[in-house]
């Protein structure tokens, strides 16, 4: 296993439009976590998962976001509706338990 | 919201030197974690420091932490360029695994 992997690297999507990002966590990994980050800044919390429960969500997360890990393994972070201030770029990490968290090489939102 | 603060924001060093950074931050911790980023890429954990832990070392990084003044000092000595990147540090709250990240601070590191 090579580590958290997301997809796609980048996206860039017009305003209004739903864009959905993948996250594949380390497979023996039980906690995945999102989250935002923007220019010049460090990353904020959006939600997190152990297993494929959703156990913790940030005011970040409006009702345009959601968030799923269906089968506790890979998660998907949807955004409905884009405007451009969700331009940003978005990070997954994983961690086993309370351990260290490890994370993806992020997805780059553009919304023009 | 923001938890911990780095500082300075940015700093710029010739290589061999060594390199501080010091992270404060506002309420009571598990742990703080430091971390690196290459711009534009994702976060590389560097190294954890638990809350009943004064000081870590891990290769050229020697990581403090004070609880009584809530603040810690990531230290990188014999500096290298590939060292460039912008550190984080980040808190651990009471809550399970809800970490807090700083803005970070800006190293360069010049041939």
């Known amino acids: 296993d090579t580590g958290v992997s997301q997809d796609p690297r980048h996206k860039i999507t017009k305003r209004g439009q739903n864009v959905t990002f993948r996250c594949d966590p380390i497979s023996e990994h039980n906690r995945l976590y999102w989250y935002r980050q923007t220019l010049g800044q460090g990353p904020e919390f959006l939600t997190y998962?152990?297993?494929?429960?959703?156990?913790?969500k940030s005011r970040l997360l409006s009702d345009r976001f959601s968030a799923e890990r269906p089968k506790g393994s890979f998660s998907t972070l949807e955004i409905q509706r884009t405007e451009q201030g969700d331009s940003a770029m978005y990070l997954c990490?994983?961690?086993?338990?309370?351990?260290?968290?490890?994370f993806g090489p992020g997805t780059r939102l553009t919304v023009l | 919201s923001q938890q911990g603060e780095e500082d300075p924001q940015a700093l710029s060093i010739q290589e061999g030197e060594n390199a501080t950074m010091n992270c404060s931050y506002k309420?009571?911790?598990?742990?703080l974690q430091w971390y690196r980023q290459n711009s534009g890429r994702g976060l590389v954990h560097l190294i954890l420091?638990?809350?009943?832990?004064r000081e870590k070392h891990s290769g050229r990084l020697r990581v403090t932490l004070d609880t009584s003044k809530k603040s810690s000092s990531l230290l990188i000595t014999a500096s290298r360029a590939a060292d460039t990147a912008s550190y984080f540090c980040a808190t651990e709250l009471g809550r399970v695994n809800d970490m807090r990240f700083g803005a970070g601070t800006r190293l360069t590191v010049k041939p």
């Open positions: 998962f152990q297993n494929e429960a959703q156990l913790e």
């Open positions: 990490a994983s961690s086993y338990g309370a351990d260290t968290q490890y």
């Open positions: 420091i638990r809350s009943n832990e």
């Open positions: 309420t009571s911790i598990n742990n």
